[in-house]
């Protein structure tokens, strides 16, 4: 394998950003009545400037600064305890500080004591606040209500018609390479246009498991069906089932996944693949900027060939993929995501056996009215391991792709958001039978429930 150490390489370093990392906390609810947090110049640790602290609070118990310094560096180590025992002595010294209140809200809601937090929310929004403090407290009041639900079911609807300028992939070339040589295609295997509708019905049922941590079991189901307007032979047909747990680790502020999943693909009403799929993913949130996501998945894949098609069980095998995707919040209104990942597929047929690298950018860029533009860049090689003896036996096949895609949409109620589309996609190989481009126009819209 050409990129063998690369999943020790990213499920290391999937496991650094989940399970070491200390988290860097937002304000959530901002304020003007508490003291200022000063920095640390000696560059102490976390631990040894919580313990500085409390000295220095042993000497000077009535200073404000320095408590609040103390709860706040409390809270964002995951000591919530000590963290409200200093927001409880600020506020015997002086009741009316209401941006301490909140910050115990907060930190109370990381213990699970709602009411208890419910109650300084309601206490903060009699004082009438400013305009963005009553919107951060209604929004955390709006958590509080999800977060006493133990039962949630949600799902989405999505319906849409793409418009493809080569819909059957076939090589811009017009010919095929063959161990006997170049043959030009006939007029009924050339480049076709067609069109397609498509519709997805996705339902999804969370249960949060009792305690402060509120670890969720998530299972989620989805139903896939396209519909072309000449080429039948490409309509497609999904079934996917997936369940998992989701470890919630607030100290870090951080989650941890793993989930298992089962899937089938129908191909022109015929049994295409069967699949299993196991995962493991983390997520962690460094500052209010950038949060960072990783996977790793192990797939089992069984096909069935066809009356016409006698090949594709040798694509039976496993896949092994890994991915890190970082978002960054570039301003209020404008977000990046960078996604780096990598897969191994093992097959019957060693030619098919492959190793793929991935990189993908996408921009999106919030507009008032609930307008919003994404654009996407994304690019994959793919190094096959062996050369195929029925094309060129003596090339091993290398492929890159290259796609963009930009896309206007609007959320146009709660729940009804519609977009359309414009993609362009190239295919480069070493071997024209699989070089390809494709433009596509897709329109789609969704409703969540």
Known sequence: ???????????????????????????????????????????????????????????????????FEYGMLARNMGKFEEAIAAYDRMLTINPNLHRVKLEKALTLMHLAKYDEAELLFAE???????????????????????????????????????????????????????????????????????????????????????????????????????KQSSLENLEVSMLNVKTGFMFNMPEWNSKLGCDVAASHIGLDDNDYLRSYTYGISAEKIFSPKFKLEGRVAYEDRAYENTATNLTYELKDGHAISQRLTGSFMLSPKDIFKLTIGAAQEETAADYNSNDQLILQGQWTHIFPEDWFAMMTIAGKNTKYDTPDGFVDPDTTRSDTERSYTIAIGKKITERLTGMVSYQYKEVDSNIQNYEFENERVSAMLSCQF
């Not at 304000?27 to 220095?56: H, I, W």
């Not at 007029?187 to 402060?212: C, E, M």
Request: charged share 20%.
């Open 124 to 226: 903060v929004l009699e004082t009438n606040p400013p305009e963005n403090v009553q919107d951060n407290i209604k929004r955390m009041q709006e958590q509080i209500v999800k977060a006493s639900i133990r039962h949630h079911f949600s799902g989405s609807i999505v319906t849409g018609y793409n418009s493809d300028s080569n819909a059957n992939s076939i090589p811009a070339s017009g010919a095929l390479d063959t161990f006997l040589g170049e043959v030009t295609l006939d007029d009924g295997s050339a480049r076709v246009s067609d069109d397609q509708v498509f519709g997805a019905v996705t339902g999804k049922y969370s249960y949060t498991l009792p305690g402060k941590r509120r670890h969720q079991i998530n299972t989620e189901a989805t139903l896939y069906q396209t």
């Open 1 to 67: 394998m050409h990129f063998k150490y690369l999943p020790v390489l990213l499920s290391v370093s999937l496991l650094c950003v989940s399970l070491l990392c200390l988290p860097v906390w937002a304000d959530e609810v901002a304020g003007t009545d508490a003291p200022a947090v000063k920095e640390n110049p000696a560059r102490e640790t976390n631990q040894q400037q919580l313990d500085r602290l409390f000295s220095e609070l042993q000497k000077n118990p009535e200073n404000l600064d320095l408590t």
